[in-house]
């Protein structure tokens, strides 16, 4: 199970596009024309890099990690944090290899979950409370000019019952998610609604605010009246590709100022960037995991990009991939199978990410979002076993999902009863998901990133204190 450096492999091992008949020299060379064409436009994260001569010795370490039943077995004590690895080491770990060395990287940061957090894992109450925006980004299916999107704003009463059982169910923590809209009505709205929930709650709910970019007042206003986290995801760290994400009239640099705000304020500030976007290369995102790094930031969310149709960047890479299929006709495999790959080879890609994220930012907490049970059904199970130590489940009203439709398919993940307010079996649901990721969800604790704790010397703003128990 140990990693030896390969020079070349055959043309068929390429991609994760297995053929039916390896020992037919005719589909061999069928399939490598097939090869040929289609390689340049699919992306990176589906094209296998073979592993070079140089390979570092921290790099040899994390791939030689064996497993239960392998002769290079090493204890979980072994898998250390190493916060320097260099951007060439991360581009190495990121990049598709061999099954072996996915496999070992995910063993070693799970490995540091586990003297982190043992076998557990902690719940957010996911709410989205409303999906108008202002915003234009170019992949969002809630998008301010996107078609046929039916708009919302849970009425209070509505939301202050879904607190009240996120508080009942010892989930903690709450988040409040929402397209961005900063006018003064809705600022307002929000503060007073937080002040309500913490008084309902008894400031047992830890509040989270993911809402987008507000000026530091705003955002202070907000902590005044009781959120404490916040989740603004920068999606890129490479500036030029966040500008063929968004319209001209949005700003990198501003958002990475609004996250310098949330934690000069004393938000346990969270962020978090997408993986496989059209545009986007490897060292991108050993760059995000660099970037994620120097931001200090407490919490990482991020996730597959899921193409959304009807948006400026999904609909030319669905017409692309389209295209793509339709090359696939009369060959030995179906059409349908490149989905099943593409699918596949981003989840990998993410889980890739959640575990470089471990190993270099150490103690965040750090989300298995529901984006990864749209693309597996396995998904949330497979990141908590790659470093993963956080459950976001969606609390939102059945009769709201559908115009929360960020990316397609989300309104099916979680489920939840189709005239209820209160989602149905999501308790089990989620403890289901948990064991079936080697884990068990530490209901009714609080559980703030030790990464916070250090930042502040001990000493956060706006917390009563912290226990053991809740660090």
């Excluded at 297995?18 to 094209?47: N, T």
């Excluded at 709450?174 to 809209?181: D, F, H, R």
């Excluded at 993986?275 to 994620?292: E, R, S, T, W």
């Excluded at 099943?340 to 298995?368: F, G, H, P, S």
Aim: aromatic share 8%; hydrophobic share 35%; with cysteine.
């Amino acid at each position: 199970e140990t990693c030896q450096p390969t020079k070349s492999r055959n043309p068929a091992s390429m991609l994760s596009l297995p053929i039916r008949s390896r020992g037919l020299f005719g589909i061999v060379a069928e399939y490598s024309s097939f090869l040929r064409k289609a390689e340049p436009a699919l992306p990176f994260f589906m094209r296998s890099t073979p592993i070079p001569d140089g390979v570092s010795d921290r790099v040899r370490k994390i791939w030689n990690f064996g497993g239960e039943n392998s002769l290079s077995k090493r204890p979980e004590s072994e898998a250390k944090a190493i916060p320097d690895l260099s951007f060439d080491e991360l581009k190495m770990l990121l990049q598709k290899h061999t099954p072996e060395t996915d496999a070992a990287l995910f063993r070693y940061s799970n490995s540091i979950a586990n003297q982190l957090f043992g076998n557990k894992c902690y719940v957010r109450a996911l709410v989205e409370f409303s999906n108008v925006c202002r915003k234009n980004c170019k992949y969002c299916g809630i998008r301010k000019d996107m078609k046929g999107v039916r708009r919302y704003t849970i009425p209070d009463h509505e939301l202050m019952a879904l607190a009240k059982f996120a508080y009942e169910n010892k989930f903690t923590s709450l988040v409040l998610q929402s397209g961005e809209l900063g006018t003064e009505t809705r600022i307002s709205w929000l503060c007073d609604m937080i002040k309500k929930i913490v008084k309902e709650t008894n400031d047992g709910l830890r509040i989270v605010i993911s809402i987008g970019e507000l000026p530091h007042k705003d955002y202070k206003a907000l902590f005044d009246a009781g959120a404490r986290r916040t989740l603004t995801r920068i999606e890129t760290s490479n500036p030029k590709l966040y500008a063929k994400l968004h319209p001209k009239d949005h700003s990198w640099q501003e958002r990475v100022d609004v996250l310098k705000d949330q934690s000069a304020i004393g938000y346990m500030m969270g962020t978090g960037v997408m993986a496989g976007v059209p545009h986007q290369v490897p060292g991108d995102l050993a760059n995000d995991i660099l970037f994620l790094r120097d931001m200090k930031a407490s919490m990482i969310g991020m996730g597959p990009w899921i193409p959304s149709p009807g948006t400026p960047l999904g609909d030319p890479f669905l017409a692309q991939m389209t295209r793509i299929t339709q090359r696939l006709e009369g060959r030995p495999w179906d059409r349908s199978d490149l989905k099943k790959w593409y699918n596949e080879d981003l989840l990998k890609q993410t889980l890739r990410m959640y575990a470089c994220a471990r190993i270099v930012c150490y103690d965040v907490n750090m989300a298995a979002t529901t984006a990864l049970e749209v693309i597996s059904p396995t998904g949330r199970q497979q990141a908590l076993r790659a470093g993963c130590n956080i459950m976001m489940p969606n609390i939102t009203p059945r009769k709201y999902r559908d115009g929360y439709e960020i990316y397609t398919k989300k309104a099916e993940v979680d489920g939840g009863g189709a005239d209820t307010l209160i989602p149905v079996g999501t308790i089990a649901r989620v403890d289901k998901v948990a064991a079936e990721g080697g884990r068990v969800v530490d209901w009714g604790v609080v559980k703030d990133p030790l990464h916070h704790l250090r930042k502040w010397g001990g000493h956060p703003p706006g917390l009563k204190g912290l226990t053991s128990a809740s660090s």
